[in-house]
């Protein structure tokens, strides 16, 4: 029977990663238009501004939050894995340091509610008022 | 003692860090075993068969099973001490030097703005493409980078960079500018395998500079050294055509591909050393299927007597968002002359275990 679960595994992990809208917010005051290479700049470490000249600060959720994985592979177009290499050689030869972490998406949004530099990513579902949404993935 | 010394000042800023900010600690290691499976040993030095690994730091495998020659873990500690102004160290200890752990890189960092950063301490020569981490092995494809390309015996330097980051529309320019010297009183590479006496190992008056073109699926980089090796042999100064000291000029060009879960790696390298040239290269090719990547890679050595190349076969697998897999099966073949001979043919299998913290 361990065919089956050879086909199984590789299905439930897929149905996985298409569960959740992620959107992208900042503060309700930054009027940056932002599109998606904009975005995988800031989170890769290769920008730290907005477009304007203002200074950006990207905020990741924990791999522990679902979301992580979605934003990762839909918006950077990466898998968590590839992002982790990626972090490692720049965190060990001193040419970068990953964004802060966040646990979920409650911290998320009251970090970017609070800063007007921040730019960070919640589960659509979870959108308020108190953040600004730039793009959805 | 000048080591230590950039090690403690550096310390001693990291714990000055910690009264006012956190430091962050970090860290990686990977645990591999492997041994030779067939091999035909130098008989001209006595030599049973042997692959050797990792060449800076001596380690190698023979036929009996062992986790020392790619084994190592590294700790890195960072603290801001003022706003812009960081102190790193990085103690790294390796199977190869029985676990001691030794400060790798300890420096002190300045960003100037948004594009430049400048370091003074001991770092890493990031001469070749996987120079600078080297170490970090779940940051790479393989078990480790082609141990033909990456041979030479200093891998350290104390001194000054300076490194930029642009955006120039899809493309980021980024790159480095760097001086400085190593004296390394005892070098274990020259000391311990292509000799059997204490052999001091000088680079000074190091410049060099690396230039990086990245782009979305593609990288390019350019680099570009030159220095000044001094060299005694217990003690006594080794000349060259008269000479105590001699120039060496390494140049280099990688480019690399990541597009559509293919992963093509390439790497070629010269160094030109008192006239004579020392040319490496690496091609290697993956494909990535979700969790697994199956690679292929072939790299080269050679110069006058020395020729050498490793065709590697091998998995990577990452069975966890913070770990790695890996088993490889490396045919060396060893074609050097007239006393040019490295270790001799062999086949290995190594496998371990790589993580991040």
Known sequence: MNWFKVLLVPIALTSQLVAAEVAVIVHPSNAAAVDQAEITRLFTGRGTSFAGGAKATPLNLAESAALRADFDSKVLGKSSSQMKAYWSKLVFTGKGTPPKELGDDAAMKAAVAADPTAIGYIDAASVDASVKVIGKF | ?357
């Open chain 2, 1 to 357: 003692m000048k080591k230590s010394i950039a090690g403690m000042a550096v310390l001693l800023a990291i714990y000055c860090g910690q009264l006012q900010a956190e430091t962050e600690i970090s860290g990686f290691a990977s645990v591999v075993g492997g041994k030779v499976l067939s091999g035909t040993g130098v008989e001209a030095f006595g030599l049973e068969p042997t692959f050797l690994a990792n060449y800076p730091t001596v380690g190698f495998y023979t036929e009996e099973w062992t986790f020392k020659p790619d084994s190592k873990y590294g700790l890195q500690f960072s603290s801001e001490l003022t706003e812009g102004l960081t102190a790193t160290a990085q103690m790294v200890g390796r199977g190869a030097d029985d676990y001691k752990a030794k400060f790798e890189w300890a420096y002190l960092s300045y960003a100037l703005n948004e594009h430049w950063t400048l370091q003074a301490g001991k770092k890493r020569l990031p001469l070749y493409y996987y120079s600078d981490f080297f170490d970090v092995s779940y940051a790479y494809l393989w078990i480790r980078p082609p141990a033909d390309n990456y041979t030479w015996q200093i891998f350290n330097y104390n001194g000054v960079n300076a490194q930029f980051n642009y955006q120039l529309e899809d493309w980021t320019v980024s790159g480095n500018i760097y001086t400085g010297r190593e004296d390394d009183t005892t070098n274990k590479l020259l000391s311990e395998f292509f000799g059997s006496e204490p052999v001091r190992e000088i680079w000074k008056n190091i410049v060099g500079g690396v230039l990086s073109f990245n782009r979305d699926w593609f990288d390019l980089r350019l680099t570009y050294m030159t220095y000044q090796n001094e060299r005694f042999r217990s003690g006594a100064p080794v000349l060259w055509n008269g000479e105590n000291s001699r120039r060496g000029k390494f140049a280099g060009i990688s480019t690399n591909i990541d597009y559509n879960n293919w992963i093509l790696l390439s790497e070629l390298n010269r160094l030109t050393l008192d006239g004579s040239d020392f040319d490496t290269y690496l091609v290697s090719g993956g494909y990535r299927i979700n969790e697994w990547t199956p690679y292929i890679s072939y790299a080269d050595f050679d110069s006058e007597g020395e020729v050498h190349s490793t065709t590697s076969v091998g998995v990577r697998w990452d069975f966890h968002s913070s770990a790695a897999f890996k088993v490889q099966y490396d045919d060396v073949s060893d074609d050097g002359f007239s006393g040019g001979q490295v270790a001799g043919d062999s086949k290995s299998l190594t496998f371990g275990i790589d993580l991040v913290f």
